[in-house]
């Protein structure tokens, strides 16, 4: 790749490569539009990744029918238009979306789908300012037509999608190595642990791990990463983003590398994180930490497990917002291993967790790097 004025890139409006189409809801009142449904129907949380293969809620074919929403085809397009301006994923499967995304189906001989993808991720800045609305932001499909943009010929733009493709598939194959260690390792315990003769006592949460409040100090670690609940994952070990100090208004709470954040806010969400780093929190989420060393994995392993997100939702106060609290939480019943059965444990399982940590890491400079490349690529000011 070589660094060199613009040439030979053409300026087109979106609407000129691309049919854009907006998306719709099928009556929620009518049972037969959703019920027993085939038909992906993606929203906002559906598009936290490069490709959509499936959708959290599905809709029926009478459902399409009487609503605007439409059935796109696959290499589809979809960015989000309102309210949240800018997820942007690629349909790997044909689907319909809700009224709160732009989906556009391209031309191939004018614009590659992966290059679009890649164009308007590094445009949702320069599209966000073009949002209007009282109520929340949105962008109309006339406007998102008109939106100029230059482009290359088609093998040019096939080139740079494939370059910026590489870092992506290696952070989803670090992403799926994670998923298999995490399942080994909770496999590994529930077997461990469901044979008795491996349980020394049943004792308390607070007996192999302990709360962390440590507070933020302003002069050394306003520089900290934060995790709160909105950036921790559901059902993962791992992290896929992280925010800045300043974007906290509440207390901050100081974690370590290694410690466990659980989000105490609607536990049922599943809120679980091995932290990778040193970094920052808020008081919706616990900071844990094992109260000894040979118990770490033990612990990262137990507060994971669907049965103490289960107990944790069940002993959570509040209707709208339910809460556990942390003093509960540590009276929490826990089957204490014995000593050479947690020896085994730790020696197996710790280095899995390591694992996790070191691919989460990885996939953040995977991603600093792809986020560096991509707008000096799709403006041309890298050139292939």
Known sequence: MTTQALKKWNKVKLGDVAEIESGGTPSSTKS????????CWATLPDLKNKYIFDTQRKITPLG?????????????????????????????VEISTNQGSKNFICNPTKIDYEFLYYLLKSKVEEINSLASGATYKEINKTVFSSVEVEIPNIPTQKQIADVLSTYDDLIENNT?????????????????????????????LSDVGKLIREKYNEKTDQDLPLVDMARMKTKSLSLSEFGKSTDLTTSRIIFEEGDILFG????????????????????????????????ASFLTITLFREETIAWANQYSAGTKMPVIKGDLFLTMPVSIPKEDVLKRLEEIINPMLEEIKNLTVQNFNLKKTRDLLLPKLVTGEIRI
Not at 32 to 39: P, R, S
Not at 179 to 204: C, D, H, P, R
């Open 32 to 39: 037969e539009y959703w019920d027993g449904g085939n038909i």
């Open 264 to 295: 105490s806010i609607r536990a049922y969400l599943h809120k679980v994180t091995l932290a990778p780093f040193k970094g920052i929190t808020n008081i919706s989420v616990f900071v844990f930490r094992s109260i000894k060393t040979n118990l």
């Open 64 to 92: 399409l029918k009487n609503s605007s929403a439409k059935l796109l085809p696959i290499n589809s397009v979809i960015f989000s238009s309102r309210a949240t301006i800018g997820e942007v994923s690629i349909a790997k």
């Open 176 to 204: 799926k190595r994670i998923k298999i260690l995490e399942e080994i390792a909770q496999a590994m315990y529930t077997e461990w642990f469901s044979e008795k003769e491996n349980i020394s006592m049943v004792g308390k």
